[in-house]
Nanobody, 114 residues
């Protein structure tokens, strides 16, 4: 059974940083593509960053140059380093794992105050 557990969310002032973590279990992590998505109140869930099993990355235009996605296959964990946070980054952030289907974590809330 695939499980994803996110952590690292919280309240931060604009310009601050947070690092989100997502620990996976029940899957061959190194064979999976991983992504971070977010959903702000009243909006649809959107892709923030993506990293393939080969290490290729892709970012939403709104976070390019501020966010970095990385993975640690030895510890079955994907990270999202978020710098220079803005109030518009406020959302619930979800970890996604894609391997023979899509799996989601429970989400971690990020609130950026102005």
């Amino acid at each position: 059974q695939v499980q994803l557990v996110e952590s690292g969310g919280g309240l931060v002032q604009a310009g601050g940083s947070l690092r989100l973590s997502c620990a996976a279990s029940g899957v061959i992590f190194s064979a999976a593509d991983m992504g971070w998505y977010r959903q702000a109140p009243g909006k649809q869930r959107e892709l923030v960053a993506y990293i393939t099993r080969g290490g290729n990355t892709n970012y939403a235009d709104s976070v390019k140059g501020r966010f970095t996605i990385s993975r640690d296959n030895a510890n079955n964990t994907v990270y999202l380093q978020m710098n220079n946070l803005k109030p518009e980054d406020t959302a619930v952030y979800y970890c996604n794992l894609a391997i023979l289907g899509n799996y989601w974590g429970q989400g971690t809330r990020v609130t950026v105050s102005s």
